[in-house]
């Protein structure tokens, strides 16, 4: 499987992360400060660039803005539960995940996998159906940090949970309905947390599944956060209590 990445951030990150790349275009009219580094890294990695027109590069790139940069790449590399928690136990850190129930926004997506990447969380978790996956779209809004998290697809998110609360994770749901406010209540555990769609929030039987459910304080007139905002929150929550705790 083949796919085109767009954007100098996703190209250089994807180079740098030594993603499998087949070649890269350049558009001819791109200013020469954007493509060098790329230029650079691309020589530096043995890979062909080659010049062309900017209306073939997006025609390639299929909607994304590309900013006169296209690589071709091997699709990315989906990796198990397992790998997940053998990363935390590398690192000798408690495991931090993330569990999103049916996020369809590629845009959502990409910005809490920026923010993964930001506050050391060591996976991604997503369903296969019904669920944005890794995309063009997605490597461009996460700035590249789609190279460096790790996200594993599981075919059935309950049974994952049950899988991981028996490795002794605590599941911590993010519910506009909660009573538990999130400042006061202990995150510095083997955790992951789970962010509902945008529209629908948590199913009812992922939420069933919670060992908790936890509300953000919200004083406006709507009262509800984009779903990318409200998990970065969560995920600086957790990074706050954990560095209090050392």
């Known amino acids: 499987m083949e796919e085109f990445i767009g954007g100098k951030h996703s190209v250089l990150e994807a180079l740098r992360s030594g993603r499998t790349i087949n070649k890269i275009w350049i558009a001819e009219q791109a200013q020469k400060q954007l493509t060098q580094p790329i230029l650079a890294e691309a020589k530096q990695n043995g890979v062909i660039v080659q010049f062309a027109d900017k209306r073939k590069l997006d025609q390639m790139a299929g909607g994304v803005q590309h900013q006169g940069v296209v690589a ?58 019904r669920s944005v996956g890794l995309t063009a779209t997605v490597s461009k809004t996460s700035a590249g ?37 999130v400042y006061q209540t202990n995150l510095n555990l083997p955790l992951a947390i789970v962010i509902g769609n945008e529209n629908k929030g948590i199913g009812r039987l992922i939420r069933e599944k919670c060992d908790f459910l936890l509300k953000l304080p919200m004083f406006g007139q709507i009262n509800s956060l984009n779903a990318s905002v409200a998990a970065s929150v969560f995920m600086y929550e957790v990074v706050r209590q954990r560095m209090a705790a050392e």
């Open 145 to 181: 940090a789609v190279e460096y998290v790790p996200v594993a697809r599981v075919t059935n998110l309950a049974q994952t949970i049950e899988q991981l609360k028996e490795q002794g994770v605590w599941i911590a749901g993010a519910d506009v309905g909660a009573q538990q406010p």
């Open 72 to 129: 071709q790449v091997a699709a990315y590399a989906y990796v198990e539960v397992e790998d997940l928690l053998a990363l935390a136990a590398e690192r000798n850190e408690m495991p931090f995940l993330l569990i999103l129930d049916e996020i369809e926004d590629p845009h959502n997506l990409g910005s809490i996998l920026r923010t993964a990447d930001c506050t050391g969380v060591h996976g991604v978790i997503i369903p296969k159906r």
